[in-house]
């Protein structure tokens, strides 16, 4: 059974880029959640999708960050002209169902912005 | 957001018994305590959860206290592999956004 998978496991852009990191959620699980963890810091929540929905994006920067999950394929987190401040740990989680549920990680994607 | 309360470390000597506590004052009746570690380098990984009851799996075992105030991670056999930080979170009815504080991080010795 395969689990949460993320790709790329390491990516290098140059400020002003674009950075596209996919997850590919457990088979059968519909909820998809993107995390972010700063150097030295905690996991900290950014979007929750179901298929072709954005449920709750409150944790995401309202500029050049976008998420989607469409129908097939996996989700993908699209972030616009990256900044140096970019540069961090985006961990993917997903589970079958919301209200208490476990959520699933992926081994996250490293985006390093030069 | 409910808020959990964890010790910044702990050491243990390998092969032995393991005991991680967690304060979560404030958790309300549809919570349930997760518990994930995450090892360096590694997204985070499930551990055990429960919601009122005592649970065990393969992994290790989670005390509940009665009042449901407190938790405790229980590793029966530390092993080197079980070097990691270990985060207690409270998560579910309608909080599904997980809060990573600063978690316990556990040394173990050989």
């Known amino acids: 059974n395969a689990g949460v998978m993320q790709n790329p496991r390491h990516l290098v852009r140059r400020r002003g880029q674009e950075a596209r990191l996919r997850c590919s959620p457990v088979k059968g699980h519909s909820h998809v959640y993107w995390y972010r963890q700063l150097p030295e810091e905690g996991l900290k929540f950014m979007v929750y999708l179901q298929k072709e929905n954005i449920i709750d994006e409150s944790g995401m920067p309202k500029e050049r960050f976008s998420a989607e999950f469409p129908k097939e394929g996996p989700s993908i987190l699209r972030i616009q002209q990256v900044v140096r401040g970019d540069s961090a740990a985006y961990f993917c989680a997903s589970s079958p169902l919301k209200q208490g549920e476990t959520q699933y990680f992926g081994p996250g994607t490293r985006l390093l912005v030069l | ?110």
């Open chain 2, 1 to 110: 957001d409910a808020k959990t309360t964890q010790p910044n470390s702990m050491e243990s000597n390998e092969e032995e018994p393991v005991h991680l506590p967690c304060n979560h004052s404030t958790i309300s009746g549809t919570d349930y305590i997760h518990w994930y570690r995450q090892l360096p380098s590694q997204g985070p990984e499930y551990v055990i959860h429960g919601l009122t009851s005592n649970v065990n799996n393969r992994m290790a075992s989670l005390a509940i206290a009665e009042d449901r105030k407190s938790s405790t991670l229980i590793l029966h056999r530390a092993t080197l592999r079980d070097a990691a930080v270990y985060y207690c979170i409270l998560s579910g009815g309608s909080n599904y956004k997980l809060t990573f504080g600063k978690g316990t991080l556990l040394t173990v010795n050989p």
